[in-house]
């Protein structure tokens, strides 16, 4: 926009915050990854999951196991190293394409402590055990209070600037970060919505299958809207500035925005394929996945086509280097996941490492690599110094790039070795052929152990990044940019009711209607929906070829108008919530059944859930029979919606690192579930050795005697059945004294049938809640 | 460079930098890829054909119909398979048939049947299993009557179901090996 002549101001951009939150990025991405290091060495080493050996004797410490640690993991590498990331990108970027100081000193300031505060208590909650028990949703409630508040600040603190900036227009990089802050409150908000039971506990209001709707709602489109499009923008504004070239191309920017942020929603049920969620979540977890490949590309193609004419600068640039793989990552994962969400290719991949490696492809390659990209461009202009090392940042680079490989690789072939060989029948077609699930994980522990070594080269190299960014910054000198801008004087050119009241929404909500009426309708609503899409697509094509142009110039003045695009946003990202969610939550009850109802739990056997849960066995097992014949041949009759109503979380899960517990209940006897929480591994193991015999051939499990050792909180039971009562479990209305004698009375029966084989535990010991648990998982009743 | 009288060929002409800028940042306004845009109206357009044919076509009753066949196919198979073995005197005739017996101990050491019973059989201190060698049986010790304890399980014993986990032949292997392990029985 050329305008005349007009007054210009003197700005000074706040970089204090860029650099407060870049060093708390870099100090917590070593701090994730080292964990991640840890837990994937546990899988491999059973002495150092939940304890140490040392002398010969395994030292038991129940703040350090994969099911406690690795949510810990997956916590700090999105919030804590991503966010981090994602906040230092965005404040200098904005500040930068808005032209505008950030709005308020005191709110950054506040955002990053209190962020920084969030992460601590996190790492302490975490390995205690305090845990909601659902995947990257973990914290507790108050910490949920207090991420909330954050992220209101935070966009607070975005949409003051954008309001007081002085380009009249966003730059894609800011409509990417438009749609960030408002999904992810959103998808927050929705998935973290509990009833305390206590100051640290809390259950979820969903439960069942609306629970795991939620999650997988909340959980993929976390990936989209917390790993995915804040990269984005940040791609959008540093690989233009460091290859020192023109985006490839506008329009495409335009469509694969849209396009993205519409269709993402829609694919969350694509990890809940075969399982018993219901068949129409299911087509349309996997077709919108599908669709989300091109828009995704999309974003590839602008960001690899802009340092289209630089790569001979490859050679000697880190930051270019990082770049083009970050990008290219991108391009993989998001051609895997489409794949992965096919209803066939995930039988096979689901609860394998395959997930494992697409998700560290796409956090390693492309969170990883664009972090690094950024922060080795941002280090010498924040703090005015080069980079101490050129060569260590180039020697970064292909450590990192061997360690994505080895784990990306290792993961591919473990996940589907595994996944070939828990679905093998045997000849004649009547068993399995792996029947003891150990075998197939004795065949993946050498894979896995490449993996933890890829992870560690990985990790090596990031070291390196923290150690040349701390020599870069040490001493040296803190700038803060200051700019001669002219100061923006005209007011937005298009009101709020322009914004929507246009053309090309008007068409898109027609059409988006009409489908959504033929597609999830029937009879009249079926057809009208059917020919009201069709007769809507052809009179907005005839449209747009007579008068296009306007279309674009709508377009233009829609991005001198935030709060209109602000609003446009959300209501793209909505929809497919909404139409996946509302009717699974309000559907009658007895609808989501399939024929059996779960039996509602004793006060012993929920203290036992809650341990299961504290204890993060989610991680590992699943509890959930897919529809497919080899997992109703390992494990029993598949799972029913009914089965899982009153489970508050669901306990889906998303891995089976162990085998599936969904009608564990009576399969085993009381006693090989006392000596299997001893020592897993004196019980559970397969007959033939490893093919590396110091990679051990029995269960990776680690052992729990301290669930022998400490007492159930018998106090806490009545206010937790309360508030399960309020979110419709019928539990009879007990009094406290009448919980206090029914736990009782259970676990003496447990310790007296333990007592008769010789086996002594304490009957107000955890493990004879955990076994109560477990031995009641699969009961449930036949209704109609 | 091109004929300039071709004026609409893309190649570096056609593509218009536009003429704004954020922060020094210009952007060029290149056509979609045409196989860009077909892997997007193509994925659409699947899309589409999915949803008619698999949800409003088949109503979405065709995952539970195949499964069913499936383990329908599947207890016939092993009914038949199981009607050939289930008698006593053939188990133990199969019982004394070396290279039976041999795989019925494979299957026995690589099934956790170890874990609890012992590797000789004779379960132990502390072990969850029973002493599978005495002439005490609690389920029964007839040839078939072992053989259905494997199957079926005994869930007050904390005995795991085999059916499905195992084959009926692998089931039958593991009985004859048991039986072949008895020890004499006292006069």
Known sequence: MQTSPSPTISITYNDRVVRQFMLAAILWGVVAMTFGAIVAFMLNFWQINGGIYLF?????????????????????????????????GIYHSTQRLVRARLASDWLSSIHFWGWQAIIVAAAITLPLGLSRGKEYAELIWPLNVAVTVIWVIFAINFFWTLARRNEPTLYVAIWFYIATIITVALLYVVNHLSLPTSLLHSYPVFGGVQDALVQWWYGHNAVAFFLTTPILGIMYYYVPKAVNRPVYSYRLSVIHFWSLVFIYIWAGPHHLLNTALPPWLQYLGMTFSLMLWAPSWGGMLNGLLTMKGAWDRMREDPIMKFFAVGITAYGMATFEGPLLAIKSVNALGHYTDWIIGHVHGGTLGWNGFMAAGMFYWLAPRLWNRPLYSRSLANFHFWIGLVGILLYVLAMWVSGITQGLMLNALNDSGTSLAYSNFLETLNAIRPLMFFRAIGGTLYLIGFILLAYNIYRTVTGAETVSTTVEVPRRTEPDQQGFKGSLLNPPVIYTSLIIIFA????????????????????????????????????SQWYEKLLANSLGFTVLTFASVAIGGAIQIIPTVMVNRAANLEG???????????????????????????????????????????????????????????????????????????????????DPRAISSAGSAAALPWMGHGSNMPAYPWLARKKIDVDALPSKIRTLRTLGVPFPDWTEDEIRAQVEAQALEIARDLQSKDRFLEPNSQMTAVIAYLQQLGLNEEVR | MDDPSIKREPKDKGVTLLEHSYDGIQEFDQKLPNWWLFTLYGAILFSIAYWLVVHQVLQGTRDTLLLENELAQVEARRIEETVKLLDDANLLELSRNPEFVAAGSQVFMTNQCATCHGADLRSGPGMVGVNLVDSEWKHGGNPISIFNTITQGVASAGMPRHEGILSPTAIAQVTAYVLSMQEPTQP
Not at chain 1, 532 to 548: D, E, R
């Open chain 1, 516 to 551: 959504c009426m033929w597609m999830l309708g029937g009879g009249f609503f079926l057809l009208t929906g059917l020919f009201g899409t069709i007769f809507t697509v052809l009179l907005a094509i005839l449209h747009f070829q007579a008068g296009g142009r306007r279309w």
């Open chain 1, 56 to 88: 010969g004797k395994q030292w038991s410490i129940e703040w350090i196991t994969f099911g406690r640690l690795r949510p810990l993991h997956t916590n700090a590498a999105i919030f804590a190293f991503v966010g981090n990331m994602m906040f230092a």
């Open chain 1, 596 to 678: 059996r109802i779960q039996r509602v739990l004793t006060p012993l056997e929920l203290a036992g859930r809650d341990i299961y849960i504290a204890e993060g066995c989610y991680n590992c097992h699943s509890q959930m029979i897919r529809m497919l014949k080899p997992d109703v041949m390992r494990y029993g009759d598949y799972s029913r919606l009914g089965e899982s109503i009153y489970d508050y979380p669901f306990q889906w899960g998303s891995r089976r690192i162990g085998p599936d517990l969904a009608r564990e209940g009576g399969f085993r006897s009381n006693d090989w579930h006392f000596d299997h929480f001893m």
